[in-house]
C-alpha cells in the first residue's frame, strides 16, 4: 500500500516557551545565518573554525601520548620491564591508565565546546 | 555435563528475554520513529549504557581476553583503540552528526551533499562493513555452542543467524533503549563477577602461580591435561616434553603411546589427542610468543613479521573506525540533541573503560589456568572455560552460566543491531522500501554473513572486527569528518574516495580472511591495511574535489550551519520534527517507509 506516505502520521510537538522566546528575539542574525549572507557565514566560519581547532589541538595531545608508546617500547626496552606494584609498566598504562586519561580528555573538550557555543550563541544574538 | 545444562539453560533465558521484549516493544511503539529509534529523546545516561551495550560485541566480551591470554601487551591495543574511538568520534563527528538529523550514513551524505550517487556508494559500503562485523559475531556463537555442547561450528553460527533474522523480521527494530542499557551491564557482570571470584579465591594459589611461572618459562600446565586439537596445527615446543598422543603427530598417522617431543616445531594432525602432565611447559600454536616474558612485553608477541607498523595500523582503524560503524551511528539519533550526544559520549568513554578492565583480566587469568587453549589455538574461548577450570561444583556452573549468558548477550546485541542497519539501507536504497521489502531486507542481510560465517575459517574473533573497523576508517570516516569540517567537499571526491578507499581496503580484508595473504611486508599491510588506506581515502577525497569544485553544493553555508550552530538558535532540527524544513526530508522518509508496515 504506497499512498502511505501521502498522508504522514501527526507528529508529537514538544512546545518549549524559552528556545521560542529567544529565537525571536535574535531574528535577524539569525535570518543572516540562515540566508547565508556574508556577515552569517563568516559567523559561522569562525565558529567552525574555533570548535575545529579545539578538537584538533585535544587530539594531538591524545595522539602524542598514545602514539609515543608504540615507539617508547620499541626503542627503550627497558621500560617495558619496569614493575609499579607487581605489574609490568605497559600493562599498567595500556591495560588501566588510558581510559580515565581518554576519559579526561573528553570531560575538557566537552566543556570547552559548550563555553565556545556559549560564545558563539552570544556573538549571533548581540 | 551439568555445566552444560546450566549454560544452556542461560542461552535460553537470554534469547528469549530479547525474543519476548523485542515483541512486546512493538506494541508499545506508538509512532514510527519510536519503532526505528527508541524513543527519540532518551537520557544521555541511558543512552551511553544502550549505546555501549549494542557496541560491546564478541570482539570484546571473549575475543580480547583471547587475544591477550595468545599475544599478550600487543593485544592491549584493541581495547584501548575500541574506546579511543569514541573519543575521536566526540571530537569530530558527535554533536555535528546529531544536529545533521541523519539516521544512517547514507541519510547524512546525501543531506551533506546532495547526490543520489554518493548515497548509493554509501549504501554499499554499509553492506558490506556490516557484513564484515556480523561474520565474527556469527563465528563466535558457534565457538560457544561447541565449546559447550561439543557441536560443530556452524551449528551455533547459524542457530544465532536465525534467531536474530527472525527477531528483526518480526520485531522492527528490537533496541528499545532499555533492553540495550540493560545488555551493557549484564556483559560487566557476566565478566566482572568471575573475576573477582577468581581473584579472591585464588588469591593465595595465584601467587604461587606467579612465582613458579616465572617471567622466563613458558606457560605450565597446571594439571594432567588432555587438549583435543580440531585443526592440523604447528605447535613451538621450548622444553623438551614427554607427552601421550593418540592420532597424527610429525608426520606419523597412527600414533597411540607416548610420545617425545624435543625443542622445536611439532605438528600435530587434526582429531588427535594429546595428553600433558601437570607442570609440564605448555606449547604454543606458531606466530604466539611461547615464552612468558616475551608475552609481557609490547611488539614480541604480534603474530606479524612487522609488529610496530601493525600497533600504529590498528591504533588507526580502531580509533577512526568507530565513528563509521553503521549501528553505532543510529543510537547517536536518539540523543535530544548536539549537546546530549556529547555528554552520552562522554559516558560512553567511562563505561568502556570500566568495561575493558576485565576482559584484559580475564586474558592473564586464562594464561594460568587454561593455557590448554593455546595448543590449539583457540583462545577466544578463555572467558567461556575459566570458571570451571578453577572451581568446582556449582560455583563453576553458576559463573559459567552467568558468563556464557554475557556471551550470547554480546551475540544478540550486536548482531541485532548490524541487521537492522544493514536491513534498513537495503530495504530503502536497494529494494523499494515497502513493509515486504523490510522483511526481504532481512532475510538477506542475515543469511549473507551467515554463509560466509559457515564458509570462512574463523580467525582471532578480535583481529576479525579489528579488520571491519579498518574498513569503516577508510570509507566513512573520511566521509564524515570532510563533510562536517570541509566546505569544499563535492559529490565527486566523495564518491571517488569511498570507492578507492573503501575498495583496496575491502580487498584487503577479502584476501587476509580467505587466507590469500602472504608473510613478510605484503602480509602484514594486507592484515592491517588502515595504515595504508586510511590516509589514501582523504587524499582522494581532497584532491577530486579540488578538482571538481564547481560541484560544492549550493547549499553547503546552511546545512554547516545547521550542523555547527548550537540548537538554542533554531536553526537544527532538534527534537521538534516540525521545524525540520527540508534537510530531514530524507532520514525521516526512510524512517516512515521502513516501518510503514506497522501502521496498517
Known sequence: MPPMSLSPPPKRVRVVLAERKRARRVVR??????????????????????????????????VAVLGALPLAFAYVPKLAE??????RLPWLLLGFAVYPFMLGVGWVYVRLAERNEQSFIKLVEE | MQANLYALVAVAVVALITAVIGGFGIRFARTTSDVLVAARTVNPRWNAAAISGEYLSAASFLGIAGLVLKEGADALWYPVGFTAGFLALLLFVAAPLRRSGA?????FAELRLGSAEVRRVATGLVVVIGWFYLVPQLQAAGLTLSVLTGWANWIGACLIALIVITNVVFGGMRSITFMQAFQYWLKLTALAVPVFVLLLTQASQYTNARATAGAGAPPAFTENTTVRVDTDVVLQVTEPTQLTAVGGVDGAVDVDGTVYWGVGEHEVSEGTALTFPAKSAVPVVTGAPAHNDDWLRPLYGGAGDHPLFETYSLMLATFLGTMALPHVLVRFYTNSDGRAARISTLFVLGLLGVFYVF?????????????????????DAAVLLLPGAVLDSWPARLLGGLVVAGAFAAFLSTSSGLMVGVAGVLSTDVLHGRAKDFRLAALLAGLVPMAMAVTIPPIDIARAVGLAFAVAASSFCPLLVLGIWWRNLTDAGAVAGLIIGGGVSVAAVFGTLLGLAPGGWVGSVLGHPAAITVPLTFLTMVVVSKVTPKRVPSDVARVLARLHAPERLGLTPGPNPNRTGTVRRPADQDAVNRAGRHRR
Open chain 1, 29 to 62: 542574525t539569525l535570518a543572516e545565518v540562515e540566508e547565508q549572507t556574508d556577515v552569517g557565514e563568516m559567523l559561522v566560519r569562525t565558529h567552525m573554525r574555533t570548535q575545529l581547532g579545539m578538537s584538533l589541538l585535544l587530539a594531538l595531545i591524545v
Open chain 1, 82 to 87: 619496569i614493575s609499579v606494584l607487581g605489574v
Open chain 2, 359 to 379: 576482559p584484559t583480566v580475564s586474558g592473564l587469568l586464562a594464561r594460568l589456568y587454561v593455557p590448554q587453549l593455546l595448543v590449539t589455538g583457540r583462545t
Open chain 2, 103 to 107: 539516521y544512517s550514513l547514507p541519510d
